[in-house]
């Protein structure tokens, strides 16, 4: 009588969270916008902006800018601060590593 054995599938580790920066960033780019242009919407300097797409830095209140880059985007704040797994563009596209498979804008 043959037995079947089975395998454990594996989970890949090695996909790093998306982090503020990263969602900022893809915020952006699907916005169509340059980083000057959204700094500006936002108050702030290009280099600041910058700054926290490269998570250099973070805003101080981290929540009002998500809520401040939403409103100039559409993009929802949930999902730029990560409390939100899934953002769906109109092409239906995940904007989530594990769809793309890659941080890479």
């Given at each position: 009588m043959a037995t079947t054995t089975t395998t454990t599938p594996q989970v890949r580790m090695d996909i790093p969270p998306w982090?503020?920066?990263?969602?900022?960033?893809?915020?952006?780019?699907?916005?169509?916008?340059?980083?000057?242009?959204?700094?500006?919407?936002?108050?702030?300097?290009?280099?600041?902006?910058?700054?926290?797409?490269?998570?250099?830095?973070?805003?101080?209140?981290?929540?009002?800018?998500?809520?401040?880059?939403?409103?100039?985007?559409?993009i929802p704040a949930d999902w730029l601060v990560g409390l939100s797994t899934a953002w769906t563009l109109a092409a239906g596209d995940l904007l989530e590593p594990e769809t793309i498979g890659s941080r890479a804008a």
């Open positions: 982090t503020f920066g990263d969602r900022l960033r893809k915020a952006r780019r699907a916005a169509g916008l340059s980083q000057a242009e959204l700094a500006k919407l936002l108050g702030v300097g290009t280099s600041r902006l910058s700054g926290w797409e490269a998570d250099a830095s973070r805003p101080r209140d981290i929540i009002a800018v998500a809520r401040q880059v939403e409103d100039a985007t559409g």
